[in-house]
């Protein structure tokens, strides 16, 4: 079983701005939307076994609030930055409405909901500053949903995937646009598809697989 989790609501998404790899914390209704999600995994019986995250607060914050609701906070945690969402380049920390005035309506639809369209790069240099531990050339100044599931795909592979074929179910708490990219993935999808997949905060997306890892179920636990 694979379960995708975005993290909750966190200021950046309650103040509209282009957050990627720029470090938010999660608001109160972030804090409840992730409690929310828990009592529901547990509701339905799920028992976890692994639990990956990114590098970034508010995935963090919302992996240890669900595992209190499903009273299984003993569980550790993989961390990966393979896991962080979508790098917006030079647009981070900016207000998306005032972006669209900039910039127009569909060059901003463009580099949000595209495949292969990046956003203008980042200048300054302060991925390296808070991610020193990481090789300087695996840090982007901006990416595409392409380059995005391009990143995540080793971390599936080596990680995720053989805990999967071993039985294991897996929880993966990330971001809206690195789970659209994991989504294409997972269900085999066209990127021209990429636009129209639809990642809500907080609700649980369950998957169930035969032998072949072949989609046998997909649920969101929303109720």
């Known amino acids: 079983m694979l379960i995708l989790l975005r993290h909750g609501q966190s200021s950046s998404n309650l103040n509209n701005l282009f957050t ?8 109160q209704e972030g804090k409840d939307q992730a409690y929310a999600a828990g009592r529901r995994l547990k509701a339905a019986g799920i028992h976890l076994d692994t639990v990956h995250t990114s590098l970034l607060s508010r995935a963090i914050q919302t992996t240890n609030i669900v595992l209190e609701a499903m009273d299984q906070l003993y569980l550790p945690l993989e961390k990966s930055w393979r896991l962080n969402g979508r790098h917006y380049g030079a647009l981070e920390g ?6 669209r005035k900039k910039f127009g309506p569909d060059q901003v639809h463009a580099w949000r909901r595209s495949y292969d369209v990046r956003p203008p790069e980042a200048t300054d240099n302060e991925l390296s500053d808070r991610y ?7 840090l982007p100044q901006s990416e595409s949903l392409k380059d995005t ?54 609700l649980p997306i369950v998957y169930h697989f035969d032998q072949e890892l072949q989609i046998k179920s997909k649920e969101i636990l929303n109720g």
């Not at 990627?20 to 608001?27: C, E, R």
């Open 149 to 202: 599931q391009a990143r995540l795909l080793p971390y599936l592979e080596d990680r995720v995937i053989p805990q999967i074929k071993k039985g294991k179910n897996v929880l993966i708490v990330s971001h809206g646009n690195l789970l659209r990219a994991l989504t294409l993935v997972i269900e085999d999808l066209d990127p021209s598809q990429a636009s129209q997949i639809e990642i809500a905060n907080a």
């Open 20 to 27: 990627g790899w720029y470090d938010a914390k999660l608001t």
């Open 132 to 138: 020193p531990f990481l090789d300087s050339t695996s």
């Open 94 to 99: 900016m207000n998306k409405d005032l972006v």
